[in-house]
């Protein structure tokens, strides 16, 4: 209960200077394997997964996908590639705006070589052409996310998506 | 700032929509899509117009003549993930919507990490691997799946684990086994294989056994054959470190083993005692009293 307030409080400290802040509660990690996580490695994976968001909203908002280069690798970095190339030739764009976060470590390899995580996000998606919005939706869904390490920080390797 | 306009000019698109509901322009979306499989989304109203489908995973369009279903081939659609739909007609929206596209649940492609790629035999959990389990289009495979685990051993035997994946994800630990040897260690889930191979490699020496022989003016000291603690020879290059103590003064003579043994010449000193060690190993000690 601690360890979650202190992260809780930890990753709103080091995102204020963002702005528009979605809330963000981080469960204790729930871990299958035999690795424990040093609480220094599960308060870093989870700021750079959200820090990942940020680059993911302003990518796939201007159609950019090079934003995407810092914080995404692997299939996660080609999968939203695509899907902005492809916005882009449609000549449209998509923003979201995260409101909120429930995040929960659950797996740690036994190399040492990958977090998951899954997150509970409330977001706003809006689909635009031009500066016209064509739709706007509340959803509320779970992330299946992947990161593994890169040379000065945690990346995301897989990004997915599914109903609750 | 700029978030909370756009979101309120969403608003006014929503109103814009709710007047072509009532203008009976709608759409029928499936609530969930599986990944790379054949669907539609049926319209009504009539006139042509323009369905986009967006989310974070992929983004399309159909040409659709409203009244009729917009059609997606087989493959069409493939990345899971939740997708918003918006029917336009001429620059406005008339219908909305959502759905999710769900992973296949075959698995087509396993992530297999194998770790390490070489290490002594005789480990206990020394060798670990994690899987995760994708599908045909490299969704990652959240259902619960069992993932089978195999270790075979240059001496023939075979571990074998079977682990069900959490959100995707699965690993084991095996120990590696008693002779030196490549060994081949085998993820499975449904179709899907992925094959890694393990060095294992000897461990150090269990015990150390010399002898000594004179040689003119100096002694041969030899070890037997260095062997770790399941009889593998100990790899050549290996050190071994012999000691002479004489008169209270100590040398040391390190050598690398050579075709299973080390062998090195010192000199021959009445009343010497030479040891003979490796890494955390000690062998045997001799004291020399001159060939008596």
Same mark, same amino acid.
Not at chain 2, 123 to 126: E, H, M, S
Not at chain 2, 209 to 212: A, D, G, L, R, W
Not at chain 2, 265 to 273: H, I, K, Q, S
């Given at each position: 209960?601690n360890?979650?307030?202190?992260?809780?409080?930890?990753l709103?400290?080091?995102?204020?200077a963002f702005g528009d802040?979605p809330?963000v509660h981080?469960?204790?990690?729930?871990l299958?394997g035999?690795l424990?996580l040093a609480?220094?490695t599960e308060?870093?994976?989870i700021?750079?997964y959200?820090?990942?968001?940020k680059s993911?909203q302003?990518a796939?908002?201007?159609?950019q996908?090079a934003?995407?280069? *810092?914080?995404?690798v692997g299939?996660?970095?080609d999968?939203l590639t695509?899907a902005?190339? +492809?916005q882009a030739k449609?000549?449209? &764009?998509t923003r979201y705006?995260?409101?909120?976060?429930?995040?929960?470590?659950v797996?740690?390899?036994p190399?040492?070589l990958?977090?998951?995580?899954?997150?509970t996000?409330?977001?706003?998606?809006?689909i635009l052409k031009?500066? *016209?919005?064509?739709t706007? =939706? &509340?959803v509320r869904?779970?992330y299946v996310?992947?990161?593994t390490?890169t =040379?000065?920080?945690w990346?995301?390797?897989?990004?997915?998506? +599914?109903p609750q | 700032m700029?978030? !909370?306009i756009?979101f309120?000019?969403?608003?006014?698109?929503?109103?814009a929509?709710q007047?072509?509901?009532?203008?009976g322009?709608?759409?029928t979306i499936p609530?969930q899509?599986?990944? !790379?499989?054949a669907f539609?989304?049926?319209? #009504?109203?009539s006139?042509?117009?323009v369905l986009?489908?967006? !989310?974070?995973?992929?983004?399309?369009?159909?040409n659709v003549?409203?009244?009729?279903p917009a059609?997606?081939?087989s493959?069409?659609l493939?990345q899971?993930?939740h997708y918003?739909?918006v029917?336009?007609?001429g620059?406005s929206?008339?219908a909305?919507g959502s759905?999710?596209?769900v992973?296949?649940n075959q698995?087509?492609?396993?992530?297999?990490?194998a770790?390490?790629s070489?290490?002594?035999?005789g480990?206990?959990?020394?060798i670990?691997?994690?899987?995760?389990?994708?599908?045909?289009?490299?969704?990652?495979?959240t259902t619960p799946?069992?993932?089978?685990?195999?270790?075979? #051993?240059?001496?023939g035997?075979v571990?074998k684990r079977?682990?069900?994946?959490q959100?995707?994800a699965?690993?084991?630990q095996?120990?590696?086994?008693?002779?030196e040897?490549a060994a081949?260690f085998?993820a499975?889930?449904?179709a899907?294989?992925?094959?890694?191979?393990?060095e294992?490699?000897?461990g150090?020496?269990c015990t150390l056994?010399?002898?000594?022989q004179?040689?003119g003016?100096q002694?041969s000291?030899?070890t037997?054959?260095v062997r770790?603690?399941?009889?593998n020879?100990v790899p050549?290059g290996?050190?071994?470190s012999?000691?002479?103590k004489?008169n209270?003064?100590?040398?040391?003579?390190?050598?690398?083993?050579?075709?299973?043994?080390?062998?090195v010449?010192?000199?021959?000193?009445?009343?010497?005692?030479i040891?003979v060690?490796s890494g955390?190993?000690a062998?045997?000690?001799?004291r020399?009293? !001159?060939?008596?």
């Open positions: 209960m360890r979650a307030l202190l992260l809780s409080c930890a709103a400290v080091s995102s204020a802040q809330q981080v469960e204790p990690p729930h299958q035999p424990t609480q220094q308060t870093a994976a700021r750079d959200l820090e990942s968001w993911l302003t796939f908002d201007q159609n996908a934003l995407l280069d *810092a914080d995404f299939t996660a970095h999968k695509s902005i190339d +492809e449609l000549g449209i &764009h705006q995260d409101r909120a976060h429930n995040v929960q470590i797996f740690y390899s190399d040492g990958s977090i998951q995580l899954l997150d996000v409330d977001y706003d998606a809006q031009g500066g *016209a919005v064509l706007s =939706q &509340h869904r779970r996310v992947v990161l390490p =040379q000065v920080r990346a995301v390797r897989i990004f997915q998506e +599914e | 700029r978030g !909370g756009s309120v000019l969403g608003a006014l698109a929503l109103a929509l007047a072509s509901v009532a203008a322009e709608s759409m609530k899509v599986t990944a !790379g499989s539609s989304i049926q319209t #009504t109203g006139g042509p117009a986009y489908v967006a !989310g974070p995973g992929q983004a399309l369009s159909r003549q409203m009244g009729e059609s997606f081939a493959g069409a493939h899971a993930g918003l739909a029917l336009v007609k620059s929206p008339v909305d759905f999710d596209v992973p296949a698995p087509a492609k396993l992530s297999f990490l770790k390490p070489r290490l002594p035999v480990l206990r959990n020394g670990s691997g994690s899987v995760y389990v994708f599908d045909a289009y490299g969704n990652l495979i799946l069992p993932v089978s685990f195999a270790l075979s #051993t240059p001496s035997a571990q079977v682990v069900t994946t959100n995707g699965a690993s084991t095996m120990d590696s086994g008693a002779k040897g081949k085998i499975q889930a449904g899907a294989t992925s094959t890694r191979v393990i294992q490699v000897p150090d020496p056994q010399m002898s000594v004179p040689s003016q002694l000291v030899q037997a054959p770790d603690c399941s009889g020879a050549d290996t050190i071994v012999f000691t002479e004489y209270g003064i100590q040398s040391t003579v390190d050598v690398p083993i050579k075709r299973g043994v080390a062998q010449e010192m000199p021959a000193r009445p009343g010497a005692t040891s060690a955390v190993v062998g045997n000690e001799i020399w009293e !001159g060939g008596r």
